[in-house]
T-cell receptor, first 113, second 110 residues
């Protein structure tokens, strides 16, 4: 079956622009996560959804970051007024439920110039 | 504070030269410890989950073990295609987010 897909794979934004990153999870997975990965580092947690409910957003670095999953499937991570420090790979992961393994997509590499 | 430390940062092996990667963790209540493999430009690929001390899991040339303070990923007779970054992550009992270490970058030469 298809894995987690993310689009776009690469995004270049000028400082101050808004961006939207899309995640298509594995069909039937109730858990969906967003992580941020800087070069040479492990992924860092941003936010978690169970179906359409955002149960944990403690990792979002500022109120410029916003995530949604309105129908419990596709999710979008939006970053407003991008800054250079937002440059990173944004990874989406889905899983069958809390406590289970998470399956990652290929990531979106965001570069803010 | 929950923390994961992986060592070494980088490891170079000859094909067939077995070794181990270490993952030390501190977490107030472990729900599970996860190992992932990450190739350049790709997302992490799930390898193993370990839930309790003494548990072991194997997959091809890889074997993961868990104690109360650390986990080891043993690589037996590695091949060049095993070259990748190996990430360790813990999940707190009360949470769902994974807390990752920085990874060990393994290079296997023929």
């Amino acid at each position: 079956g298809a894995g987690v897909s993310q689009s776009p794979r690469y995004k270049v934004a000028k400082r101050g622009q808004d961006v939207a990153l899309r995640c298509d999870p594995i069909s039937g997975h109730v858990s969906l996560f967003w992580y941020q990965q800087a070069l040479g580092q492990g992924p860092e947690f941003l936010t978690y959804f169970q179906n359409e409910a955002q149960l944990d957003k403690s990792g979002l670095p500022s109120d410029r970051f916003f995530a949604e999953r309105p129908e419990g499937s596709v999710s979008t991570l939006k970053i407003q007024r991008t800054q250079q420090e937002d440059s990173a790979v944004y990874l989406c992961a889905s899983g069958p439920g809390p406590g289970h393994e998470q399956y990652f997509g290929p990531g979106t590499r965001l570069t803010v110039t | 504070e929950d923390q994961v430390t992986q060592s070494p940062e980088a490891l170079r092996l000859q094909e067939g030269e077995s070794s181990s990667l270490n993952c030390s963790y501190t977490v107030s209540g472990l729900r599970g410890l996860f190992w992932y493999r990450q190739d350049p430009g790709k997302g992490p690929e799930f390898l193993f989950t370990l839930y309790s001390a003494g548990e072991e899991k194997e997959k091809e040339r890889l074997k993961a073990t868990l104690t109360k303070k650390e986990s080891f990923l043993h690589i037996t007779a590695p091949k060049p295609e095993d070259s990748a970054t190996y990430l360790c992550a813990v999940q707190h009992q009360a949470g769902t987010a994974l807390i990752f270490g920085k990874g060990t970058t393994l290079s296997v030469s023929s």
